[in-house]
């Protein structure tokens, strides 16, 4: 193995996040700047390492590779907009919690907890014991830091961030990263449940190719690949049915459609259940081939979804927690989150609020999942602030796999919206 390829193996065993440099590289591994450098440039057009503006080079995750959502002091600088002054090799931590320094130092020390952050003006003493605390630091209002402090949190390598926001903004900014945070790792992604490396053919592969990989595996639809490990077609048993054994697969393979790792549970099961797929290839960003996905799977996670979930502060949980049961009917007073700029409820909420009804009346009759085809909503009314509103459901057609559900709303006895509703059944 050259020194080159030995560099690349090293990059790749560092673990996600670490710092990457071309000194470090070339003194770890006892080569020239140059050949350091040349492994580096090559990592990041492998995907390997990324240059990052505020941390320099940072070993990333690969396109496929799992890496857990992390809120770093590194995005919270961003989410900041604040100069990194010192302790930049601590940028990849992950942070726990902050706290804002509004207190006299002995009552601020309780207070700490290693890999917090400490939201502080111009106060060189709650600085320094919140580095000692292993606290990342930041100040705002834009005022100079001692470079006292600098040297200390470069020492300890716990980040020092400034930013010219004042206290309250740094923290509302700050509370609504955390936020978004915890929906994103609540939201599951294709990536998380599907088959990595399952068994491929080549499109120049027979019909008794796939028999014989049928009788192997005992799975009875698999991706087609090209040469260059792209997918192009996907073969099941029906395609061959009545075909020679020596008919080559891109003769009777159906064309595929892919799904990216990157891509979200829900949006790629709807594509699924409209198209009646119950396989689908799962490539790369570069369409190279990574695995498989089935419906069944994807039907199961977003079950599990649903049952799990911890998160209740998204646009559609905030309406899910205004509605009120109330015998055959559901009532929503109207808040001010709701209403548009001329006072009224705004037509997304009517939009949200008439599909959680829709999943109610189904989760009552034991269909656990639906997705919405079509909504035609028809507006006879407006609604105010403070309005109670009675949302009358009602199934006019069902079958199999769809139904159709007419919702009317009412005020005070006047109809405000009729809408109909088209639904698959999953």
Known sequence: MSKHEEILSYIEGLEIGKQVSVRGIANRMKVADGTA????????????????????????????????????FGKLAEVANADVLGGLAGLEVEFSKFVISAMQRESFKRYLSPNGLVIVGD???IQNLALREQNA?????????????VDYAN??????????????????????????????????????????????????????????????????????????????????????TNKKNDTPLNKVMTRANVARASMTVASVSQKMIYEGYDMMPVVYENYSYAGIITKSELLQSLQKAQEESQVAHTFSDNIANCLVEKGSAYTLT??????????????????????????????????????IESLNMHMMGAAAIDNVLEIYPKVIGETRIGAMVDCEIYHVNNIVAKVLVNVQLT
């Open 334 to 371: 109207v808040e001010p989150f709701m209403i548009n700029s001329v006072g009224t409820i705004a037509n997304g909420v009517f939009a949200e609020l008439i599909s959680q009804v829709v999943q109610r009346v189904f989760t009552k009759r034991r269909r656990r999942n639906i997705i």
């Open 155 to 240: 020492q300890l390598g716990i980040p020092l961030l400034r930013t010219s926001y004042d206290t309250f903004t740094v923290a509302n900014r700050i509370s609504h990263a955390l936020a978004n945070e915890l929906i994103k790792k609540d939201v599951i992604t294709v990536g998380d449940v599907f088959h990595q490396k399952r068994a491929t053919l080549r499109e120049e592969d027979t019909v008794k190719d796939f028999l014989d990989l049928v009788k192997k595996t005992n799975d009875s639809r698999f991706a087609v690949v090209n040469p260059y490990n792209v997918v192009v077609g996907v073969i099941a048993m029906r395609d061959v």
């Open 137 to 149: 630091v930041l100040v705002t209002g834009g005022f100079d830091v001692d470079q006292e402090v």
């Open 123 to 125: 106060r060189k003493e």
């Open 37 to 72: 450098y040349r492994a580096i440039k090559e990592a990041e057009t492998l995907g390997l390492v990324a240059v990052n503006d505020r941390s320099g080079t940072v070993r990333v995750a690969v396109k496929g590779q799992k890496v857990a959502n992390r809120l770093t």
